[in-house]
């Protein structure tokens, strides 16, 4: 097959910002000069620990140790070949590759072609949407006040009935049988294969990125037999426990204002958007859980109690029985959550159609707090207005209250929980302790017991070195030649990058790089690439961590002075050891003439850079 030419990888890495791209996944901001955190994509995580370096296209995180380039982000994250990452990147700043056979680009493979189906698949059921068979699809949408310009906006389109037009246009797009089978495009049955999608109004679900992944239809016709909503199925690129339908325009609202709106269908997403609710997602034919709520808390920047998170839920049982079961997955998530129930049990979509767009927005000002909400769920099954009812409400209630992981607002819920049930405070705040004390002991049992520690693997890190005035310089100077070696005076750096240093980590890293070519593009990176274990995530801390400077020009600075001080700390030591082996030669001696001067020369030059 043939290859990239190495020049492209290095000139389209270079294009591509990849805060850009991590940041389409991970809400960041700013971790110092030229420096940006976020929660970790790769572990689950309460308070950021990845950093991203633009300047030197890199990410880290200090966390699980994760680190790499945008091609080794795309490949972990979407897990497309190296090749493929390439290309899509190529492909997003508008660069035209070159081979190494001197021929077209190879015909891509795997998951590219999925992605590439189901984005033919996306623009044949829009312009589908316009014909005289859909006028039923469009009825559906007008009755629910959507127009033409929202389909559009939301790439909503219609699935023509009968077996195979589908999959006829895109097997005459040259993509094959095989592909769309696992596109999840078409379905095999005992006679043969058929399009999954026929007779439907058709959302396209698109990932994080926008890229259409896969669909969601609805049912238009009586004599259709299937589910009120059919989904595609689980594809190497679809999977429903981790996709959110509207968050790829979402996101940038979530990650600015740490808020969302979490509905239950496409046409409440389309509602809420349009009523000016534009961090409103809902789950995709699955119930909301743990692996949506890591989605979300990475692009929220969820990691203080500042942000909100809002359910609407019916008032029905089973909108109960989904509110329960966000409540058991609240804790993940750091922001405040809240319940959202519209008057009369309405949805956003048709409180909208019924009452306009305001009526949606005031939703979200009548937001309950969800331990509130779930509270009143479980009392409301109780006589309170007997002493058996009472107890049983406080202890089925009690658990919930003492669940709550901040130690300020739990005083506030117990007084909330007292008053619901008419008791005293002590009494109330007494079984709130026997909750607590219950789950811990809980806890206690479920642990794993005779069993030894797992060996914990030695790693040097930035926190594990020691706090000492050398190791201190070097470790500054090492975070100014990886960070801003470009900017540090050319004969200055290329100096200091020789000077050896005394901890046996710093100085594996400074090796590599004194051995790195810097005059081709991404040499930091190449350089801890080059890094031996252990120190290697070292190094990657190095890159990535946050510069002590309040600006750009503060930083350059910084990183020109620590290559001098080093240098002066060199001399300095070179200077000590000559003053001992000047007391041992005469000075009268051509030996102890030329130990004299090179004293002079160390000593002007030590002048030199402390004066610069």
């Known amino acids: 097959m043939a290859r990239i030419r190495q020049s492209d990888i290095d000139e389209v890495k270079a294009r591509v910002n990849i805060a850009d791209v991590v940041g389409e996944r991970v809400a960041l901001k700013s971790a110092g000069v030229g420096s940006m955190k976020g929660l970790c994509p790769f572990h689950d995580e309460r308070s950021p620990s990845f950093h991203v370096r ?355 607002l739990r005083p506030g819920y117990v007084r909330v929980l007292a008053r619901r049930l008419g008791l005293d405070m002590p009494e109330v705040q007494a079984a709130v302790e026997r909750a607590a004390r219950g789950a811990d002991r809980a806890e206690k049992r479920e642990a794993p017991r005779g069993q030894e520690p797992a060996p914990v693997a030695i790693s040097v890190t930035l926190a594990s070195l020691p706090n000492t005035r050398d190791v201190a310089l070097e470790r500054g100077a090492m975070m100014a030649f990886l960070q801003y070696g470009h900017r540090i005076e050319p004969e200055l750096f290329l100096r200091a990058l020789q000077t050896p240093f005394g901890h046996p980590a710093l100085e594996a890293v400074r090796s590599a790089l004194a051995s790195t070519d810097l005059s081709q593009p991404g040499w930091a990176v190449t350089a801890v690439e080059a890094v031996r274990e252990p120190f290697r995530s070292l190094a990657a801390e190095l890159l990535t961590a946050e510069f002590p400077a309040r600006t750009e020009e503060g930083a350059v600075v910084a990183a020109n002075d620590l290559s001098r001080r080093l240098l002066v700390r060199e001399i300095e030591r070179e200077k000590a050891e000559l003053v001992r082996e000047v007391q041992r030669v005469p000075a009268d001696t051509d030996d102890g003439r030329s130990l004299g001067m090179r004293l002079r020369d160390l000593e002007a030059d030590r002048q030199r850079l402390i004066a610069s």
């Not at 949407?129 to 009755?143: I, K, S, Y």
């Not at 006829?168 to 596109?183: P, S, Y």
């Not at 199925?233 to 979530?254: F, H, M, N, S």
């Open 54 to 408: 633009p300047q030197v296209g890199y990410y880290h995180c200090f966390g699980c140790g994760e680190s790499g380039d945008v091609y080794s982000f795309l490949r972990a994250m979407d897990h497309v070949s190296f090749t493929e990452a390439v290309e899509r990147m190529a492909a997003r700043v508008g660069y035209t590759l070159h081979y190494e056979d001197g021929g077209p680009a190879p015909e891509t493979t795997g998951r590219s072609r999925l992605y590439a189906a189901n984005a033919a698949a996306a623009e044949f059921f829009r312009a589908q949407l316009m014909t005289p068979e859909a006028e039923t699809g469009r009825r559906f949408l007008g009755d629910r006040g959507f127009d033409a310009g929202a389909a559009a906006h939301f790439g909503v389109g219609y699935a023509p009935k009968g077996w195979s037009h589908l999959m006829d246009h895109l097997l005459a797009q040259k993509f094959t049988r095989d592909e769309l089978l696992q596109a999840g495009l078409v379905s095999q049955g005992q006679r043969g294969v058929y399009d999954r999608f026929r007779g439907r109004l058709v959302w396209p679900i698109r990932d994080v990125t926008g890229q259409v992944i896969g669909f969601g239809a609805r049912k238009l016709y009586d004599d259709d037999q299937g589910p009120k909503y059919l989904n595609t199925p689980e594809t190497p690129i679809y999977k429903k426990a981790q996709v959110l339908y509207g968050l790829d325009l979402a996101k940038r609202d979530i990650s600015r204002s740490h808020r969302v709106v979490v509905v239950e269908g496409y046409t409440d997403v389309m509602a809420c958007h349009l009523a000016g609710v534009t961090t409103a997602i809902a789950s995709c034919g699955t119930a909301f859980g743990s692996d949506h709520i890591t989605v979300l808390r990475r692009v929220m920047g969820d990691d203080s109690s500042s942000g909100e998170v809002v359910f609407t839920f019916d008032p029905d049982a089973a909108g109960q029985k989904a509110a329960l079961r966000a409540f058991a997955d609240e804790k993940r998530f750091a922001a405040q959550t809240y319940v959202a129930v519209a008057p009369e049990g309405l949805d956003p979509c048709d409180l909208r159609l019924q009452r306009g767009d305001g009526a949606v927005r005031a939703l979200m000002d009548t937001k309950a707090p969800m331990f509130e909400f779930v509270i009143d769920q479980r009392l409301k099954d109780f006589d309170l207005g007997s002493v058996e009812g009472r107890a049983g409400a406080l202890r089925a209630a009690a658990p919930i209250v003492a669940d709550i992981r901040d130690p300020a």
